[in-house]
């Protein structure tokens, strides 16, 4: 299983970028697939969830600005974030939810909101 993530970067307040999260080694319509952050010194954040039943689910901190999607033919989820603010700045992980836990990680991409 592997769990791949880019697109992170420096983007100024009110910005917008786009995360992607490439999948391989696991049947991709079967699991639900979330984004997660950690802001440097703090515990993790749940943010966004794209279920295998294709629900969708946000966090309130960023519901309404961001987008979570999936490719299927493309084995790819998206996390597109709009008006981002100073306290998006984080890591954020892509990670496999197997019904109990979060049982694979991605790297991780570090996304920098700052002017």
């Known amino acids: 299983v592997q769990l791949v993530e880019s697109g992170g970067g420096l983007v100024q307040p009110g910005g917008s970028l786009r995360l992607s999260c490439a999948a391989s080694g696991f049947t991709f319509s079967s699991y639900s697939l979330d984004w997660v952050r950690q802001v440097p010194g703090k515990g993790l954040e749940w943010i966004s969830a794209?279920?295998?039943?294709?629900?969708?689910f946000y966090s309130e901190s960023v519901k309404g600005r961001f987008t979570i999607s999936r490719d299927k033919a493309k084995l790819t989820v998206y996390l597109q974030m709009t008006n981002l603010k100073v306290a998006d700045t984080a890591v954020y992980y892509c990670?496999?939810?197997?019904?109990?836990?979060?049982?694979?990680w991605g790297q991780g991409a570090q996304v920098t909101v700052s002017s």
């Open positions: 794209s279920n295998s039943d294709d629900r969708i």
């Open positions: 990670a496999r939810w197997d019904g109990w836990a979060f049982d694979f």
